[in-house]
């Protein structure tokens, strides 16, 4: 008996060390994390900071000096290019590292590696969009270049010094709560950094539902339905801009694609998509007589930042802006002499070709009359806790082919079966190159040099000198093809449906110093129509655009107060298209009294979409149930995903076709006019936000409504910001919704010398323990601008320095 007890005695706390020292499922290792010495405790960062410090680093070429200011952010001061870079990893990793090592194994398909079986179809969505694949041939294209492949491995050594820096308790917290450690950096994390932009932006294809909607209504409706130009539009690049070039031949519209256009053949709503702004005053319009620019890129907003606030200088560079965590280089900012910034083409660069198989085995498929054999990649997908998986996927000359099984995973909806992928991501390119020149540009000369190693995600590059210089330019890597190539899925095994080469660099669309004093972007279309080359059929709406312009075009000694307040601009052209059709067809008679207040705060609203309109958010709703009512019962098909036509297309109907057959809802017996359809969205916009927030008053308010946040990057619990009640939606020039919008703000006053101010919603630091991770969040929502300290030398005193770290090799 007493042998029992003994061994009672030792297996009892071997078992609780074991369980209190192992992770179970989102439960981080108990005593782990909560050691006092290595554990959370340990991630709690005083808002003292060390004011010197001095670091022996052994990859270090020579001296380098950090200085931090008082919102930590540093200023790289360097002898050398590698220097530069391998600072800049050192830095970015010491306060981002987590963010880095987590967004490259997402985009590499490894993060059941971390959390388990349960993100197995995130990996293997990764993995069958061809991340890697893309990856792999982007490096290569980088690695081929002196100075991009400098770059890319001294910001890999760099990065790799801090991680051999650390020990367990000064691991990043989430390391800790997911109980894993970093790993060692390489080259092909920052390509896969910057493939990952690229699926964020390029990702939206509509080709399978495009089809479907072709194979259900026919051509002609299709047409009708979902035009190549919009009804109303205010293109990028001013109408009436000359194209001085002589455009290539377009390749030949197959015949079997004419016949297809001309002979019959889970639903989703058209969804505003990730979007930006930017803009440049020509000296001309402003109080100093030098232009200012302008960008606010709208993405997912998270903690940390997908940005880091950085300034670079070395001997023939000294520029300041925002870098993406885990790729070298300053991506949008300004120098001495120039400023440049960036937003979303969404060009047509990610097309799906339905591919002929021989037989199950896919080995073989049929392209130009003939059997072509695929070639099989075997991803092994490495489950914590579990077996590795092996996942098959097929390439054929195309790219990968992504499903033949659709799983249940939301990224997936889009995807036709069967059908290989053809992305330009998928393509050796240098990017980094592009922000090389950028960051040392000078003038115009320079910014036109640097768009040409640019490849994808195509982006509109707005750019700014001291020359007194303004341009524009929807720029990247664009195939040359028919029209509308692309907008359905295409056929696989003929060669008139492939990308016949490319539109010439210096031919992509521009526009330099136009008489109107600006140029400014909002992801709408990039020309009109007299553009003699296919970039997309549809882009975002046109209505920021359309503010935009509308501001600039009368603003005279324009400020940076100016560009301040119209970043922050929630007005909405929407709604002033739309409110004078639908207002007079509320019966009021019908409605209760909740109703007849709602329809009085309509009639009264100024149409901002301000954080305590409560007409904001009966409008937001109504707008929604009102595209449901209209478009859902023809196009809500069982097992037949499609989308919705734009709501540039719908709110054209309602304006001149009051009486369309599509305001019918063919489900019902009765026939439905659009007076009928106007006032039960309404009704059911006031009773949903009634049922969910009470009666009308101030919880109806908009920013209560739409409920912006900023979360933490891996959703966890606490780690993210409180309810933010500020203003803005997704079609106003603040396109604020409720995790997305404004990630970086950006105002650069060129002139003899620049003046820059930016914020972003968050803080320098990855640490949730540390007074830097979202010291910022407040002055972004208040849309106010922080001064950028544009240091000269590592003297310069001008700014409020609080930590100087002193780098040498020995």
């Known amino acids: 008996m007493k042998k029992v007890k003994a061994l009672i005695c ?16 989102d439960t981080p290792p108990v005593l782990k ?78 993060i059941s590696e971390v959390v388990g079986k349960k993100a197995i179809e995130v990996d293997r969505y990764q993995r069958r969009m061809g991340m890697v694949y893309g990856a792999e041939n982007s490096l290569r294209g980088m690695m081929a270049d002196p ?17 051999r820096s650390l020990n367990r308790a000064n691991l990043p917290l989430e390391y800790k709560l997911l109980d894993f450690k970093p790993e060692n950096w390489t080259p092909i994390k920052c390509a896969l950094l910057l493939k990952q932009m690229s699926a964020v932006l390029a990702m939206g294809s509509d080709e399978f539902y495009m089809t479907n909607i072709l194979k259900k209504f026919g051509p002609e409706v299709t047409k009708d339905l979902f035009p190549d130009y919009p009804f109303k539009e205010d293109p990028i690049i001013p109408v009436g801009t000359k194209w001085d070039f002589k455009p290539l031949p377009i390749p030949q519209t197959p015949n079997s694609f004419t016949e297809m256009m001309s002979t019959d053949i889970k639903t989703k709503q058209k969804e505003e998509g990730i979007g930006s702004n930017n803009w440049a005053v020509s000296g001309s319009k402003t109080a100093s007589g030098y232009p200012i620019l302008a960008n606010d890129p709208h993405l997912d907003l998270t903690l940390p930042s997908i940005w880091y606030q950085i300034q670079l200088h070395a001997p023939g560079v000294n520029a300041y802006g925002v870098s993406l965590p885990g790729a070298p280089g300053i991506i949008i900012g300004f120098n001495q002499k120039i400023a440049w910034g960036v937003t979303n083409v969404a060009a047509d660069v990610l097309d799906f070709y339905q591919i002929k198989f021989k037989d199950n085995s896919h080995k073989s498929y049929w392209y130009n009359n003939q059997w072509r054999d695929t070639k099989p990649t075997y991803e092994k997908i490495k489950i914590r806790g579990g077996a590795t998986e092996i996942d098959t996927v097929f390439y054929t000359h195309h790219g990968p082919v992504v499903y033949f099984n659709k799983p249940s995973y939301g990224k997936a909806a889009n995807i036709p079966m069967g059908s290989a992928l053809r992305w330009i991501a998928h393509d050796e390119s240098n990017e980094l190159m592009t922000f090389y020149y950028l960051n040392r540009g000078k003038n115009y000369a320079d910014y036109r040099k640097a768009l040409t190693f640019y490849t994808a995600p195509a982006q509109n590059f707005v750019f700014a000198s001291a020359d007194n210089d303004i341009a524009i330019t929807p ?15 295409l056929d696989g095994s003929d060669p008139a449906y492939d990308w016949h080469g490319w539109i010439p660099a210096d031919q992509n669309p521009t526009v330099k110093n136009p008489p109107r004093g600006f140029v400014s972007s909002a992801n709408q279309s990039s020309t009109d129509p007299s553009y003699p080359y296919y970039i997309n059929w549809e882009f975002s709406p046109y209505e920021r655009g359309k503010r935009i312009n509308d501001r600039l075009a009368v603003m005279t000694k324009a400020t940076v107060d100016s560009m301040r307040n ?10 002033q298209n739309l409110l004078p059709s639908v207002m007079p067809l509320i019966n009021a008679a019908q409605l209760n009294a909740t109703q007849k207040e709602a329809f009085n705060y309509m009639g009264k609203w100024n149409k901002f979409f301000d954080a305590k309109s409560a007409a904001a958010s009966v409008f937001d709703l109504w707008l929604k149930r009102l595209d449901y009512d209209i478009w859902d019962d023809e196009f809500t098909v069982a097992n037949m995903p499609m989308r919705h036509p734009s ?69 966890i619990p606490g780690f993210g910001s409180k309810k933010l009640m500020i203003g803005g939606a997704k079609s106003t020039v603040n396109a604020l919704s409720e995790t997305n919008g404004p990630s970086w703000r950006m105002v650069i006053e060129l002139g003899k010398t ?53 780098i040498s090799k020995k």
């Open 147 to 163: 100075k991009a492949k400098e770059m890319i491995l001294a910001y890999t050594d760099g990065i790799n010094a801090y991680i």
């Open 475 to 489: 720029n990247g890597k664009f195939p040359l093809k028919w029209k509308d190539q692309g907008k359905f899925i």
């Open 33 to 110: 994390f909560l050691n006092p010495f290595t554990g959370f405790w340990q991630n709690a960062e005083s808002n003292i900071v060390t004011a010197n410090k001095k670091i022996v680093l052994k990859g270090a070429q020579d001296k380098i000096d950090i200085l931090f200011d008082d919102r930590m952010i540093p200023h790289v001061f360097a002898q050398n290019d590698h220097d530069l870079y391998y600072a800049q990893g050192y830095v970015t990793a010491m306060h981002r590292l987590w963010q880095m090592d987590f967004q490259t194994r997402f985009a590499a398909g490894r």
């Open 10 to 25: 030792v297996i009892i706390p071997i078992l609780l060390a074991y369980v209190f020292n192992t992770k179970f499922g």
């Open 647 to 715: 709501r540039d297309r719908t709110i054209e109907l309602i304006q001149k076709d009051p009486n369309s057959k599509w305001f019918d809802n063919v489900k019902t017996s009765q026939k439905e006019t659009l007076a009928d359809l106007v006032n039960e969205s309404f009704r059911f916009a006031c009773d949903s936000l009634e049922r969910k927030y009470g009666p009308i008053g101030k919880n109806w308010a908009w920013a209560n409504v739409k409920g912006s946040n900023v979360p933490h990057l891996a959703k």
């Open 754 to 806: 620049p003046k820059g101010h930016g914020v972003y919603p968050g803080g320098q630091s990855g640490n949730p323990g540390s007074p830097f991770y979202d010291n910022m969040i407040d002055t972004w929502a208040q849309g106010k601008l922080y001064d950028l300290f544009f240091m000269q030398s590592p003297d310069d005193r001008t700014g409020k320095i609080i930590s100087h770290y002193k």
């Open 566 to 575: 119209l970043q922050s601009d929630s007005y909405s052209i929407t709604a």
